[in-house]
């Protein structure tokens, strides 16, 4: 029986130590990956570029609009509750008023046509106390 | 007709040959749909690493870039970013092969070479994204996704190249 299952598993039968080894640090890898990029945290503040420019960074706790103007016309940035948002822009595709509301630390949205972005940044960033 | 001719070697026709099949297997992927661009099998690295085990390097990194060249202008991506996207993956993916044919056979299998190799066409093509496409840190969130399809992907194709080198 036991014979019967080596020979006829492919993954006993192909893999030696060297890939089992390999899989196991790739599944480690991958863990890490998914605990450090997936972060669940809340985000404190949304940097807003131009370009190569920063166009500031905003906190998170207000009501508020922002206009920033791009090569093509002027996109309108809302920030509510936490949360912010490309509401309108005058390109043709959309893409960054369907990705909708963002509220946690890491996630961006871009609007490529007219090159002005949101990231949000969480509160624990390193060089927070640095730049501001 | 003052046609030139160009000489052909055995091992040319070789070479076209495998690539023709790697191309096959690269447009009958094309036809898949995939939940997420950059997503997929990857099964025509099955001919690469196939080729790398029975021909060696030299042969295997022409099979895999003519494929890339063939599938893109046919496929009418030829120069476009997708094109971009599949060079870039395709010349990493060779480079971590050139280094990991280095490790002991005795322990090291094709499966371990060929998830090696996925995770190469996957960085590969996330440098090209980061440095031209999207110059931003927007796809970071997409890189565990891509590696997990990476290893799953990869650990198949090792297996089924691992099938067709045994049983030749």
Known sequence: MCNFLRLNNPLTRYLRLGDYLLIL????????LFNNLWSNE???KVQIRQGETIVGTYGLNQTREIQVKGPIGTNTISISNGRARFSKSPCRNQYCIHQGWLNRA????????NQISLELIGGTKPYDSLTY | MNARHIQTTIEDHQVAKLAAFAIALHMIEAVIPSPLPGVKPGIANIITLFVLYQYGFATAAWVSILRVFASNLLLGQFLSPTFALSLGGASLSLGILWLAMR???????????SILAAFGHIAGQLIIVRLWLIPHAGISYLIPIFATAALFFGLINGLITARLITSK
């Open chain 1, 25 to 32: 640090m790739s599944i480690i890898g991958i863990l890490w």
């Open chain 1, 42 to 44: 809340q985000a404190a």
């Open chain 1, 106 to 113: 890491g996630q961006a949205a871009i609007c490529l046509p």
């Open chain 2, 103 to 113: 490790l002991p056979k005795h322990y090291f299998g094709p499966v371990s070479l």
